[in-house]
């Protein structure tokens, strides 16, 4: 089992919709999560990190569920600009680990 | 924000040939760095964890003798990969965090490199 599982996509959304993206991860121990953005052939940035509580910025939304070893991220309104990858981070030692991705296109 | 450095950005190389790749720290200090690899449309893989001062850990299945890791400051960390071959092109990223080792926070990447053997 993968350490850190995407759904594998591709989502092809018309703008303004809701998109959903879920991930799960294998090790108990992970201390810290985030959701980074990939742009075709460019770095990863930083989109939100994610707190167990839950936590909001702006359209995102993002949630991590413990028990289950999932975390969410959910866009709303989309807009063309969010077309983009979309990478579950995962920090189980003083590492990251990836997972491979949700590829998310908006259309007009 | 925090800013991590990469050079270069993109590189053309003959087969045999070592290539070394920078990645600087710009406005911190970054005891631990980590270097990524990514294939077209694959995930990144951790290759190692750059640590100042000292060897870097190299994950399972990458060569050390081949991807040589220095990280004799701390801004600065540079992956040689020597003896390149066609089957090393690919995009190379690397990273670090701000707030010394602290697990919570985030990673900056560099803008990466692509590398490209011929």
């Known amino acids: 089992r993968k350490e850190v599982e995407q759904d594998p996509g591709p989502f092809n959304v018309p703008e303004g919709a809701t998109v959903a993206f879920n991930c799960t991860y294998s090790n108990s121990a992970s201390q810290s999560f985030f959701w980074y953005r990939q742009d075709c052939r460019k770095e990863p940035k930083l989109l939100m990190s994610?707190?167990?509580s839950g936590n909001e910025d702006g359209r995102f939304t993002a949630q991590l569920n413990r028990a289950s070893q999932y975390i969410s991220l959910l866009i709303r309104d989309s807009k063309l600009s969010d077309s983009a990858t979309y990478l579950c981070v995962v920090n189980p030692q003083n590492d990251m680990r990836f997972g491979a991705g949700t590829r998310l296109t908006v259309k007009p | 924000g925090a800013v991590v450095s990469q050079h270069p950005s993109r590189v053309i190389c003959k087969s045999g040939t070592s290539v070394k790749i920078e990645c600087r720290s710009l406005?911190?200090?970054?005891?631990?760095m980590f270097w990524y690899r990514q294939f077209p449309k694959q995930s990144l893989m951790l290759m190692a964890t750059?640590?100042?001062?000292?060897?870097?850990?190299?994950e399972q299945g990458v060569e050390k003798d081949k991807f040589l890791i220095n990280h004799a400051s701390l801004t600065l960390s540079t992956l040689t990969v020597t003896s390149a071959h066609p089957e090393d092109s690919s995009f190379y990223i690397c990273?670090?965090?701000?707030?010394?080792?602290?697990?919570?926070?985030?990673?900056?990447f560099g803008n990466g490199t692509r590398l490209t053997v011929t």
């Open positions: 406005d911190f200090q970054a005891t631990t």
């Open positions: 750059s640590n100042e001062g000292s060897k870097a850990t190299y």
């Open positions: 990273s670090a965090r701000t707030g010394g080792q602290g697990r919570n926070s985030p990673l900056h």
């Open positions: 994610v707190y167990s």
